[in-house]
């Protein structure tokens, strides 16, 4: 079972409309927790941390369940500059960080 | 301030030649990472640094690659006798500290195997 597992999607969402998306984790210890997007042959940028009581920037809404293992990203008000992969990040035993292979997202005008 | 940086942006070599890529992290971080990423792939672990020791090699795919990193800073990922299943994209990222911190990326070097 890999570590961090998220749906490749891709989610096509209209522009405005609000999408979620969820990233499982298999580490029950895990402690630190992010979202990353990575854009079209660009390098993958940090799009925030995610805390224990949720946290919110912007129109991005991040959300962690420790007793399901899982962490959510929601968007509200999609733009179109929204469509990108994003990435689910999760810390092993070791601190190491682990990337899950990416949740597509496509906004369409 | 700068972000991380690394050189060359694209590179394009012929089977069997070897190839030096370089990365410069942020100044101040002592944890330095390696990955590579082939065409709509997740990204792959090769390696990471913590100053200037690589306590964790258990990504490299083989012998002809290889890592340094001196001074705490710069890393070079060296890649010897290219195939072409080599061909991807090289990040690297670096972090304040190992555990647990969010990593920052450079833009990559696109390696192209002929």
């Known amino acids: 079972r890999k570590e961090v597992e998220q749906d490749p999607g891709p989610f096509n969402v209209p522009e405005g409309a609000t999408v979620a998306f969820n990233c499982t984790y298999s580490?029950?210890?895990?402690?630190?927790f992010f979202w990353y997007r990575q854009d079209c042959r660009k390098e993958p940028k940090l799009l925030m941390s995610?805390?224990?009581s949720g946290n919110e920037d912007g129109r991005f809404t991040a959300q962690l369940n420790r007793a399901s293992q899982y962490i959510s990203l929601l968007i509200r008000d999609s733009k179109l500059s929204d469509s990108a992969t994003y990435l689910c990040?999760?810390?092993?035993?070791?601190?190491?960080?682990?990337f899950g292979a990416g949740t597509q997202v496509v906004v369409t005008p | 301030g700068a972000g991380v940086s690394q050189s060359p942006s694209n590179k394009v070599t012929e089977k069997g030649k070897d190839v030096e890529l370089r990365c410069d992290p942020i100044?101040?971080?002592?944890?330095l990472y390696w990955y590579r990423q082939s065409l709509g792939q997740g990204l792959e672990f090769l390696i990471y640094?913590?100053?200037?020791?690589?306590?964790?090699k258990s990504g490299l795919p083989s012998d002809r690659f290889s890592a340094e990193r001196t001074g705490g800073s710069v890393s070079t990922l060296t890649i010897q006798r290219t195939q072409q299943e080599d061909s991807a994209v090289y990040l690297c990222?670096?972090?304040?500290?190992?555990?647990?911190?969010?990593?920052?990326f450079g833009p990559g070097t696109r390696l192209t195997v002929t």
């Open positions: 580490n029950s210890a895990s402690q630190s």
């Open positions: 995610v805390y224990s």
């Open positions: 100044s101040g971080h002592t944890a």
């Open positions: 640094f913590q100053g200037n020791s690589a306590p964790d």
């Open positions: 990040v999760v810390n092993d035993s070791w601190g190491k960080l682990q």
């Open positions: 990222a670096s972090s304040l500290l190992y555990q647990n911190h969010e990593q920052y």
